[in-house]
């Protein structure tokens, strides 16, 4: 089960896995956001290559005008695979 | 554990559901999870993707090892294609640098305890172990 959208304090939500199969409606709505985004990952529980290709195409889209995604409220293994992918050099991280 | 499955993301899902249960037969340790889930689906990922001559379906095996767990996926009607000679992703790089693409096998090689390949007969089987470490 996958799920991403605005929480009330206008973060991005995401939660579930982030596989190969949900790849591009992660990526459709991220290519939406048109400024600065702060991507709350409290219940994002997996992530594979194909959303870390989404979280870097749309990082490297917004870095463009100098905003970015930020990514908060990371748990300890999302925070191994970042590190892995060396995400952990590219993205502003906020562990939970 | 031992089943087909086609070549289409969607099998994704059962490929998830049908490893969870394994892990729950065999007793295998929870903390592997995230790197057998990984690395499984990057290999299917990679077989559907770069192999469409063939509507053959990709089986996938599992078996519990002492403190872990062996996987194995093979592929069938296909071309020879080494996983383990991928060559080196360079997360260092500056961002202007990285695209998306490239790391799905190199992922499998850091999380992978072992990896073995094997190609005969245009058959493409790719076997990884993980086991539970100290700091697991």
Excluded: W
């Amino acid at each position: 089960m996958f799920e991403i959208e605005f929480n009330d304090s206008g973060e991005v939500a995401v939660s579930g896995r982030l596989d190969a199969a949900q790849a591009a409606r992660a990526q459709e709505f991220l290519d939406a956001v048109g400024d600065r985004c702060v991507l709350d990952l409290t219940g994002l529980e997996y992530i594979s290559s194909a959303g870390l290709g989404v979280l870097l195409r749309t990082h490297k889209r917004l870095m463009v005008d100098d905003s970015g995604l930020e990514l908060v409220n990371v748990n300890k293994h999302i925070a191994d695979i970042f590190r892995y992918s060396g995400f952990d050099k590219l993205f502003v991280i906020r562990a939970a | 554990m031992q089943k087909m499955y086609k070549r289409s993301f969607d099998q994704i899902q059962a490929i998830v559901a049908d490893t969870e249960r394994f892990f729950a037969e065999a007793k295998i340790d929870e903390s592997l999870r995230m790197k057998v889930d990984l690395s499984v689906e990057e290999l299917f990922v990679n077989m559907v993707s770069y192999n469409t001559e063939t509507v053959k379906d990709i089986l996938i095996e599992m078996r519990s090892l002492e403190s872990g767990i062996e996987v194995s996926l093979t592929d069938y009607d296909v071309e020879r294609f080494d996983p383990t000679l991928v060559g080196e992703v360079d997360i260092d790089a500056p961002l202007a640098e990285r695209a998306p693409g490239g790391l799905g096998l190199y992922l499998v090689l850091k999380m992978a305890d072992s990896i073995h390949y094997e190609y005969h007969d245009r058959k493409s089987k790719i076997t990884f172990t993980n086991r539970l470490q100290q700091s697991d």
